[in-house]
Every structure is written in structure tokens, then in C-alpha cells.
């Protein structure tokens, strides 16, 4: 498999003029597309522009839909992956469902991102969504272009189709010996009607799904070839960096530009925008010759911000907010069940506990970029590591004022997200400076920019209680989340008043379906002017440390084993108990741990997606050492079963990380944490053994991305309680006791 | 702006800049070798990991003047076919997710090998704390790193191709 880089995009967008692609679909002939939904004719037609990669958006826009391979002439197999690569790994796992069912190996094709057309669907890779969404549809796809394949090479020679097998990117007829690439029989296949409804494979036949091939990404990652957005250059790009207010949303109010301008090779020094989805942040800009060089006059700048209005915004008076609406329950979710209030007054044994999780950065190792190229007909193409290709198209479309058409963006390999890179300000800031510049910009955010600047995931606050009868069962439970709403400030849809579904997510009914007569989730809002955004399993990752630790809490009150204690109240959900039989037995859960060592669980579902962890942790000297992970995570079927232990591993690393490092704390209007030195996730010699335990299943694919991260560290906290009796309810800790 | 030669992977190149300016930027946008990247600027990531005659250093904070007649080794030239046995140990090891910090990870370990054959954990944690992954790798690069080992004992491993001066 080729992965479809920029580099190759860069060079060929500058060397092939039109005239030079019409040379090339002149000497790879007439091609094949698969659409499940035209007519045949529009289908060759869209993909002779598809596949140079080149051509505007308006020339394709009515030859629509579903178009994910490309067969040429010349036996060139090009499948489309319509979710961005940020290491999860779609750029396998996708096209092994097209090749699953096309017949191909993943050696023998080219894999290409798609370029945010409306054709190819919803094309965000978040929410854990990129397998589970396109399982169906892919496969479907690669079967009805073998089918075509099939049928062409029946015809040619004359032979009955049931009598035809398809086979590594060949056809063959076993009888006659017959046999031809696909490449050969291409243009007959695109002249056939589309079938519908072909046959899938069974699991048992799967040739790929499921087999843990090597991931083909990986060569070029350790030999330094691969391309990511920021190795992207274009001729006279100008390099871009700015300034930006160190407190949150100070604007300009003046700046020097003499220093700057006699640097070497500075071209531009101008204010810039920062477009939010609330608010238009200022900055000041420097465009030149080379990075070093905008960075160096970037020091002299001098800016002089206004910003008396957010002195006040502070991460504590955030939570003292939080905290105080938390007090009393908020706005109740749809899925409560029972009387809570009455359960409540009636009770025998009451709890309550208040957890809080920080505020954190995703700090992917690759800063934000982007290489923007306003050009003088009002057209722009951009070459960005982003998750989402139609929201780049769209967000910038909109931004510029122009129709989508007019608008190419170049996917790139994306070192890094977490989720910051499907939010597009930088994007539009490198539009912005590009047009005001009249040249291709390329702006890269530093490491000071990312980590101060945001939006970052909100910190939340869960006030949790519940209640036993003198039986010492659970009757009661209601856990109240408040704290800031992605929904509410990013997507712009007023939750005041409304219980945020999304808050929700990991701990409501379904994904937490803990059997309670009376139980509730209920959410306050807390408006801010601190930018959030998702951060790898969004909600789930704030909400579910407080749910899970608290069951704890419950089980310890009942005077029962945890696990015990989960296995009762889940016995109806037998995928939870499936999960946590297996844990049980990987992590030696019944074993007599020796003194000064303890063992923690902790369980959850979120994007469709049971994981659960035991951590073992014991006392060395004055110190906290965890010295064991165990997880069992359930994604139904696995594609790539090896990757999905690779996600999960990195999401114990990136949850205990956020458990145990500094979050992001904002003081006067200004984020504390400026680089590693203060925000310092944890590093090779701070990390416990991992094992990771992928759960055979036969069932539709679910979330693989972020499953994993939820539940450990309530497992972790869950573990230290045993340890030492110490119940850990604000999140980061130190594991110094 | 001043004429300056240093030698990357066993080739000369002049490049015309400050000499203040970090090798990282000089290798990235002069040079055209983007391998090496840029995650912090301040020498606490390990993204931008190269070797100063064999020696691992950030070359986000190394001023190009100051390089002299030293030679870099860059992750293009550890080898011209990801025939370096860190590398296959962290092909075979499936190392990397999103690849960002791997190159530095990399350069790192190879400087590590070079005088430990046979790295401890400490050894490794040692030689290796100082480069950040955020997809979190590290389980799979201790790993790797104790694959290349073994695979280094073994002399038809090593790469054929030697034009760093720096292995």
C-alpha cells in the first residue's frame, strides 16, 4: 500500500498544470468508479477528476457520491479513506474494508485522503466513529466493484459469472485458465450498472479483518519520510507566526513593527484574527522568509494588549462556580428513573462525594499548522492536518465568503490531534494571513501558543450521592455534573436551561447501566469565556472518573469486594459482565496481593465501547508506585485487533497522564503551563507495565480511539484507596504520599 | 546573513543564514530533510533528536554557527532503506501511531545502542526520558529498543549503507 502523501501532492500541484493531467488520463485510459448510486457515465467521468487529485471541487460536485475506489488502465488500485489519520490508524483499517471485500491486498493499493467533498459522507474522524460508521458502507462498496470486475471479465470471455473467481486484484476463470488484472478490465467494469445488494462475506471468510497486518503507515514513520502538515512547503511560501495575548482574549492596542521589519528576510508584520466559534481573538503577525526568522521578530513586536476584562478569569473562580451550582442538582436527564428525592429521604445510609477533573491541553506533538493559498481569482487551497475535510471546506468557504467550490483542501497526516485538530482556528487564521499577504502562508503555532492559547477540554465538577437500605443495598444514585458545555460554546447551541446530552456521555443510563430503582443524572451549566473543546473521549473522560470512583465508594459502604459489588448491579448487561470476568481472571483479581500493595477497578462504556482496567499499585517509601495495568476492551470486532491494543495502551498512558501531571490552570487571565517544563505528560521512565487484553467478538464494530481512556483513572484512584484509605477526589494527584 | 557549511549525513551543504538560527529550522526549511521535527523550541520534547558526532542532541536549540566541522546524522541517515535495526525492531514492534516524536525517539536509541549493547530498563528510561510521545508509544518503544539489541548482536543486521560517520 502507498500511502498518498503531500509531498507528491505538492510537487505534482505544481508541476501538473491541466494540460499535463489530460496527458495523464490520456495514457491511463478510461477508469473505473464505484458509486452505489449513479449512472454509469457521470461515474468515469467524476473520477478522471478525482484521481489527478487536482482538479476544483466544482467540477465534481455533480457527479456525487460514495466514490471510494479508483481502478486505472494500468492496474493502479486507489482507494479513498474518508477519515483523516491522526495515528489511530484509519488509513489501514478503512481501506482494509474496501479491500476486504474488493479482493485486494493492502500491498497492492494506494491510499489517498478524501477532500472533504460532500460525496464521500461525514468525513470527521471523532467520536470514535470511523470504523463503526463506515463498516457497512465500505464493504459494500469494495463488493460492488468486484462484482463489475466479475461480470467484465464473464463477458469478455464468454464465460457464466458463477464460474469466475476474484483473487488478490485479479479475476480468474479456474476452468480456462483464464486470467486478467484488474487494471485490464477497468474500462468494461464502468460501463456496468452498479449492483445493489451484493452478498458480504461472512466473518469466517475475512481474509483481512481482523488479521493484524502490519500496519503500512509504519516504514515511512521510522525512516523520517512521512509527511505531516507542517513538512508541507509550497514555492514562495512565507512562514507565519503570531503573537498572541498571553491573557485570555486581550486585544491589540498597539505594537511596534521597525525592529521586525529589519530582520532578514520579514515580509509582513500585521494584525491578525483569530476567528473562534464565539468570539474573534486579535493577535499580531510576522510573515517572512523562514520560520527562524518570523520567530525572531516575533520578540520584538512589544505588543501592548487591553485586557483589564478577563483579569478575572481564573480556573478557581471557574470551579468555585462549578462547585457551587453543583450543590444542589441541576437540570435532570430524560433517563431518570424512579424518585430520587423521596429514595433519598427514606434512606438508611447516605453518601455524597465531589470529584473534580482539571482543565487539560491536548498537546499533540505537532503544533497546529496550516499552509494556506488565497489566490487572485478569490479561489484557496490549503494543505492541513485536520480531522474533519468537509468541516475545513466548509469552515473556510464560509470565513472567506465564497462557495465551497472554491475551495481545495489538501488532507494531511496529522502528528498528533486528540481531538485539537478538528477545531479549524488555525485554519482560518493561516486563510486570513494568506489573503492579506497575496502569497501562500504557512503558519505554525509554537508550543507556547498551543498550550496557552486552547480551547482546551473544560475541567468539571461531579457531586455524586447515593443511598443504601438496611439491607445495604443500593437504592439511590444521582450524580450532578456541572461545568462548561462544548454544545453550548463551540457548536453555539444555547444549553441554558437543557440538560447537555453530551455531559452525559460515559455515565447516563446506557453507557453506565448500573441497576438502580432510583437514580439520576442531572447537569449545570457554567458559562465561560475559557475556550473549550472535545479532548480525547470528551465527557466521558471527566464525568466517569467521579461515576466510577463513587460506585467504589458505594461498594466499600456495602461492605462488598468492588468487583462483587459491579458484577451484582450490572448482572443484567452481559457484555460489562463478560468484560469483567476477563479482567478478573487476566489480572489475577482474587490472588492475596503481599503487604503494601493494592488493586483498583474501574469500568466503562463510552462510544459504544466497554473497557475496563485493574491497576496494581503499592508504597515504596514515601511514594505511590504503579506497578501494573491490566485492561479488557470490548470493540465488538476488531479490525485491527494489534492497533486496537495500540490505542488502548495509549490511552492508559494519556489518562493517567491527566491524572497525575498538571493540568491547564489559568490565573489573571493567563494559562500558567507555557511548555513541557509545566505541562509535562508522563515519559517513558514514569510508566507502569501495560497489558491489554482486545475481547474476541463477532459483534458490528464499535468505538477503538477512545474507549480506553475513561476508565483508568478512577481505576488508579480506586487502587490507591485500597492502598492506603486515601479516596482521591480532585484529579491531578501526586502519587508522592 | 552569513554563508555557512555543515555537513548532514555524510553530505556538505552551504546554507545562507543567521547563525543564530537552530539547526532544526536550518535541516528543515534549508535543507529540505523534515524528518526531524519541531515540538517544543526549548529542548524538553526530544522531537527534533539528532546526533552531534554520534552524540544525541536537541537540535532546536543548537545554533548552526556553532556546529563547525561536526558531523549530524539525521533520521534520513541512519540508513537509506529502513535497513537500521532500531528501525526494523520498531517495524516489527509496530511502534508507532502517529509517528510525530518517532524520529527523535528514534535517534535516541540508536545513540543509546551504540555504546550499550545491552540496555537495562534504567539504561533505556535514562537514554530515553527526555523524548515525549503523546500517542504513548513507550511501552512498544522499550520494547523495540530491547528488539534492536538483540538484533544488533547478530553483525548482518547492521545497515550496509554508511554515510554518517556517526554509527
Not at chain 1, 131 to 159: C, F, H, N
Not at chain 1, 354 to 377: G, I, L, R, S
Request: charged share 20%; proline share 5%; hydrophobic share 40%.
Amino acid at each position: 500500500m502507498i500511502i498518498h502523501h503531500s509531498s507528491f501532492t505538492i510537487y505534482h500541484y505544481i508541476m501538473q498544470t491541466r494540460r499535463d493531467f489530460l496527458k495523464l488520463t490520456g495514457k491511463f485510459g478510461a477508469l473505473l468508479a464505484v458509486s452505489i448510486a449513479l449512472p454509469v457515465s457521470t461515474q468515469a467521468k467524476t473520477t478522471q477528476k478525482t484521481i489527478n487529485g487536482d482538479e476544483p471541487i466544482s467540477e465534481i460536485i455533480d457527479f456525487e457520491m460514495n466514490q471510494y475506489i479508483v481502478i486505472t488502465k494500468d492496474n493502479k488500485i486507489i482507494l479513498f479513506n474518508p477519515r483523516p489519520d491522526m495515528g489511530q490508524g484509519t488509513n489501514q483499517s478503512l481501506p482494509t474494508l474496501l479491500a476486504e471485500e474488493l479482493e485486494v491486498d493492502l500491498e497492492q493499493v494506494e491510499v489517498r485522503f478524501t477532500n472533504g467533498h460532500s460525496k464521500f459522507g461525514g468525513q470527521n474522524a471523532g467520536g470514535s466513529s470511523s470504523i463503526r460508521t463506515r463498516y457497512e458502507e465500505l464493504r459494500e462498496a469494495g463488493a460492488a466493484a468486484r462484482v463489475m470486475l466479475v461480470s467484465a471479465a464473464a463477458k469478455r470471455w464468454g464465460v457464466p459469472v458463477a464460474e469466475c473467481v476474484a483473487e488478490k486484484g485479479k479475476v480468474l476463470h479456474p476452468k480456462t485458465g483464464k486470467a486478467a488484472l484488474y487494471g485490464e478490465l477497468s474500462e468494461d467494469a464502468a460501463k456496468l450498472e452498479i449492483p445493489q445488494g451484493t452478498k458480504l462475506k461472512e466473518i469466517k471468510d475475512f481474509k483481512l479483518i481482523g488479521k493484524d497486518a502490519p500496519r503500512l503507515d509504519i516504514p515511512n514513520k521510522v525512516s523520517g519520510k512521512a509527511i505531516f502538515g507542517i513538512d508541507i512547503k509550497v514555492p514562495n511560501m512565507l512562514y507565519a507566526t503570531i503573537q498572541r495575548s498571553p491573557m485570555i482574549h486581550g486585544k491589540v492596542q498597539r505594537f511596534d513593527m521597525d525592529a521586525a521589519m529589519k530582520i532578514a528576510g520579514v515580509k509582513h508584520v500585521l494584525k491578525s484574527e483569530r476567528p473562534l466559534p464565539y468570539k474573534t481573538l486579535e493577535g499580531v503577525a510576522v510573515l517572512a522568509e523562514t520560520y527562524w526568522g518570523a520567530l525572531q521578530a516575533r520578540k520584538t513586536l512589544n505588543v501592548v494588549w487591553e485586557n483589564a476584562d478577563y483579569q478575572s478569569v481564573t480556573t478557581e473562580n471557574y470551579f468555585r462556580a462549578a462547585h457551587s451550582l453543583a450543590k444542589s442538582a441541576g437540570i435532570i436527564y430524560k433517563d431518570a428513573v424512579g424518585d430520587v428525592s423521596k429514595a433519598w429521604d427514606i434512606s438508611e445510609t447516605k453518601l455524597e462525594g465531589v470529584y473534580e477533573t482539571p482543565f487539560t491541553a491536548h498537546a499533540a506533538m505537532e503544533p497546529n499548522n496550516t499552509v494556506a493559498w488565497v489566490k487572485d481569482d478569490g479561489s484557496v487551497e490549503v494543505w492541513c492536518p485536520v480531522q474533519g475535510p468537509d468541516s475545513a471546506v466548509g469552515k473556510v468557504a464560509d470565513y472567506l465568503k465564497i462557495k465551497p467550490e472554491q475551495v481545495k483542501v489538501n488532507v494531511q497526516l496529522m502528528g498528533g490531534s486528540f481531538g485539537r485538530k478538528a477545531y479549524l482556528d488555525y485554519v482560518l487564521e493561516a486563510v486570513y494571513l494568506s489573503k492579506q499577504a497575496r502569497a501562500p502562508v504557512k503558519l505554525i503555532w509554537t508550543r507556547e501558543d498551543d498550550l496557552t492559547q486552547g480551547p482546551f477540554r473544560p475541567g468539571m465538577v461531579s457531586s455524586l450521592k447515593a443511598a443504601l437500605d438496611k439491607n445495604g443495598s443500593l437504592t439511590t444514585f444521582e450524580h450532578r455534573m456541572a461545568g462548561a458545555s462544548i454544545m453550548h460554546q463551540v457548536l453555539q447551541h444555547d444549553q441554558t436551561g437543557k440538560a447537555d446530552g453530551w455531559v452525559a456521555e460515559g455515565v447516563n443510563q446506557e453507557d453506565s447501566p448500573y441497576a438502580i430503582p432510583n437514580r439520576r443524572q442531572t447537569f449545570s451549566l457554567v458559562e465561560t469565556p475559557i475556550p473549550i473543546v472535545w479532548w480525547r473521549s470528551v465527557y466521558a473522560s471527566t464525568s466517569v472518573f467521579g461515576q466510577e470512583c463513587f460506585i467504589d465508594e458505594i461498594a466499600h459502604a456495602s461492605k462488598k469486594d468492588p468487583l462483587d459489588f459491579r458484577l451484582e448491579y450490572l448482572k443484567k448487561e452481559p457484555k460489562f459482565i463478560q468484560v469483567l470476568k476477563l479482567l478478573e481472571e487476566k489480572a489475577n483479581y482474587r490472588q492475596k496481593l503481599p503487604a503494601g500493595q493494592a488493586i483498583g477497578i474501574a469500568i466503562a462504556r463510552s462510544f459504544k465501547s466497554i473497557c475496563a482496567y485493574a491497576v496494581t499499585v503499592s508504597k515504596k517509601d514515601n511514594n505511590i508506585v504503579i506497578n501494573k495495568v491490566v485492561g479488557v476492551i470490548d470493540v465488538g470486532l476488531a479490525v485491527m485487533p494489534d492497533n486496537v491494543k495500540a490505542q488502548t495502551e495509549g490511552n492508559v498512558i494519556m489518562g493517567l497522564s491527566t491524572a497525575l501531571k498538571s493540568g491547564i490552570t489559568i490565573e489573571k487571565g493567563e494559562v500558567q503551563e507555557t511548555n513541557f517544563h509545566a505541562f509535562n505528560p508522563l515519559r517513558i521512565n514514569e510508566i507502569p507495565t501495560i497489558e491489554i487484553h482486545v475481547m474476541p467478538s463477532e459483534a458490528a464494530p464499535s468505538g477503538a480511539g477512545e474507549p480506553g481512556l475513561p476508565p483508568i483513572a478512577p481505576a488508579l484512584c480506586n487502587a490507591v484507596f485500597n492502598l492506603n484509605g486515601n479516596r482521591i477526589r480532585k484529579l491531578p494527584f501526586s502519587l508522592e504520599i | 546573513m552569513t554563508k555557512i557549511q555543515i555537513q548532514v549525513n555524510g553530505t556538505k551543504h552551504t546554507v545562507e543564514a543567521d547563525p543564530e538560527m537552530p539547526l532544526l529550522w536550518a535541516l528543515r526549511d534549508l535543507i529540505g530533510l523534515t524528518g526531524t521535527k519541531f515540538g517544543c523550541g526549548m529542548t524538553l520534547c526530544g522531537a527534533c533528536t539528532v546526533h552531534l558526532d554520534g552524540a544525541p542532541v536537541r537540535s532546536c536549540a543548537l545554533p548552526i554557527g556553532q556546529i563547525k566541522k561536526s558531523h549530524i546524522t539525521t533520521i534520513e541517515g541512519i540508513s537509506s532503506d529502513n535497513s537500521h535495526p532500531v528501525q526494523k525492531a520498531w517495524i516489527e514492534m509496530q511502534t508507532p501511531q502517529c509517528g510525530y516524536c518517532q524520529s527523535g525517539q528514534i535517534m535516541s536509541a540508536v545513540a543509546l545502542l551504540k555504546n550499550n549493547a545491552h540496555p537495562t530498563d534504567a539504561d533505556i528510561d535514562a537514554a530515553l526520558a527526555g523524548n515525549l510521545c503523546r500517542c504513548g508509544t513507550y511501552p512498544r518503544i522499550r520494547a523495540a529498543v530491547k528488539r534492536a539489541a538483540t538484533l544488533m548482536k547478530d553483525k548482518n543486521n547492521m545497515p550496509t549503507k554508511s554515510d554518517t560517520g556517526s554509527r
